[in-house]
């Protein structure tokens, strides 16, 4: 009996519809579109949700750094050739080929026959008057620069005077033209000026002379010592040998 009495609501419930979808046609369009959009939107989110995920990174530009290490002997390409100018009889050696040396290590000593003796006086006193020629240029500079400032101030003060310079700051060229004080003024800061800067030179050349003084020293010196860092190469000396 419940069965068969289910069949005719079930008829009157889409009887019911039926009129309602076709009395409101747009609405009912409009919930059937609906119906499908979520429909879809399920089916969409199951799929994905079972497809793997990939994490990207932007591509940078780098440094690859690697490094390689090794064991065994560092050589120096320096060679140092031993040469004296001095005579005598070599007394010792104390290197041999091969041997890496430091600036100012001794290398042999000679005892100086009589010329080998004048030629280290000689450049003995050389050295030192080349020393000596540096220490005065020094000085010298001193002076000068005492000289050029002292000038400098003087015209300074004469060319910012009311007597050469207008109230604005200016220059007044027609008297300052016209001046044998202000010109003799700024001529001797001028001539200071380039004494001082003269000097330099001279002080450039004294260092250059006192340079070579002192090389020409070391060689006739009866203990001959490094004048560089490097490898002993090519050394001919022996104790006994005789330099002439």
Aim: glycine content about 4%.
């Amino acid at each position: 009996m419940k069965m068969e009495n289910s069949k005719p609501m079930a008829r009157n419930v889409f009887s019911k519809i039926y009129l309602w979808c076709k009395n409101h046609r747009l609405l009912a369009v409009v919930v059937v579109v609906i119906i499908l959009a979520i429909s879809f939107g399920l089916k969409n989110l199951s799929a994905t949700s079972n497809k793997p995920t990939y994490t990207t990174a932007n591509v940078e530009r780098g440094t690859l750094v690697t490094s390689v290490s090794a064991s065994g002997p560092v050589l120096s390409s320096n060679a140092v050739n031993v040469t004296t100018t001095a005579s005598g009889l070599v007394r010792a050696v104390y290197v041999k080929d091969g041997d890496t040396i430091a600036v100012g290590q001794k290398i042999l000593d000679i005892t100086l026959d009589p010329p080998g003796q004048i030629k280290n006086t000689q450049a003995s006193a050389s050295y030192l008057q080349a020393k000596a020629n540096v220490d005065s240029a020094n000085s010298n500079a001193f002076t000068l620069r005492s000289a050029k400032d002292t000038a400098w101030k003087k015209f300074y003060d004469l060319s910012t005077s009311a007597a050469y310079q207008n109230a604005d700051g200016s220059a007044r060229d027609d008297i300052r033209n016209s001046s044998a004080v202000f010109q003799s003024a700024q001529a001797d800061w001028l001539a200071a000026e380039a004494k001082f800067k003269d000097q330099q030179t001279s002080i450039a050349q004294a260092q250059t002379a006192l340079s070579a003084s002192w090389l020409t020293l070391a060689q006739t010196s009866p203990t001959l010592t490094a004048s560089s860092a490097g490898t002993i190469k090519n050394i001919a000396f022996v104790p006994g040998m005789i330099i002439a």
